[in-house]
């Protein structure tokens, strides 16, 4: 089950944080930033040392500072038209993030943020239904959508109802 959550993401009760990563794997702007800034230096270094990243592909880290035993570091692309392959990158940003569910068994849940719906220009209605049809399939015990808003909340629930 996804549950959809308004609350920062460096609050969720989550052994996994996942977070859009720009390609080359250095801390970036927004929630990127603030990630790396929470996790300490060796984040952006052990991060650095496995890219650059192409966009829809996923590395994972050990999360330092942070209460998450895990990041993982996914790239999603730029929004542009729909009609450049971006539908199928953004998909496989989240399916590959959740197949770290086999390399650590011992964590039990994951929380991701919106990825995309800022500076990469994706329409929200568009983002959320890629994402929960994504993150149905996890096999986590807990998955977390966290977003900073009620009306992203209320677009990635309304996805959730959709499919299930």
Same mark, same amino acid.
């Given at each position: 089950?996804?549950?959809?959550?308004?609350?920062?993401?460096?609050?969720?009760?989550?052994?996994?944080?996942?977070?859009?990563?720009?390609?080359?794997?250095?801390? =970036?702007?927004? $929630?990127?930033?603030? $990630?790396?800034?929470?996790? =300490?230096?060796?984040?952006?270094?052990?991060?650095?040392?496995?890219?650059?990243?192409?966009?829809?592909?996923?590395?994972?880290?050990? =999360? &330092?500072?942070?209460?998450?035993?895990?990041? $993982?570091?996914?790239?999603?692309? *730029?929004?542009?038209?729909?009609?450049? =392959?971006?539908? !199928?990158?953004?998909?496989?940003? %989240?399916?590959?993030?959740?197949? &770290?569910?086999?390399?650590?068994?011992?964590?039990?849940?994951?929380?991701?943020?919106?990825?995309?719906?800022?500076? %990469?220009?994706?329409?929200?209605?568009?983002?959320?239904?890629?994402?929960?049809?994504?993150?149905?399939?996890?096999? &986590?015990?807990?998955? %977390?959508?966290?977003?900073?808003?009620?009306?992203? *909340?209320?677009? %990635? !629930?309304?996805?959730?109802?959709?499919?299930?």
């Amino acid at each position: 089950m996804v549950s959809i959550t308004t609350q920062n993401i460096l609050s969720a009760d989550a052994d996994i944080l996942v977070l859009s990563a720009n390609p080359s794997l250095l801390a =970036g702007s927004g $929630i990127s930033c603030m $990630i790396h800034k929470a996790a =300490g230096p060796e984040l952006e270094k052990a991060a650095k040392s496995q890219g650059p990243l192409e966009a829809g592909l996923a590395v994972i880290t050990p =999360g &330092f500072n942070l209460s998450a035993k895990y990041v $993982i570091h996914t790239v999603c692309p *730029r929004y542009m038209d729909g009609k450049r =392959g971006e539908k !199928e990158l953004l998909s496989a940003a %989240y399916a590959n993030t959740l197949q &770290f569910f086999k390399q650590v068994p011992e964590a039990r849940s994951i929380a991701f943020v919106s990825m995309g719906t800022g500076v %990469y220009k994706w329409p929200l209605e568009l983002a959320a239904e890629i994402a929960v049809r994504e993150l149905l399939k996890s096999q &986590f015990e807990r998955t %977390y959508m966290c977003v900073i808003n009620d009306v992203t *909340r209320l677009a %990635y !629930e309304s996805k959730v109802h959709k499919f299930t």
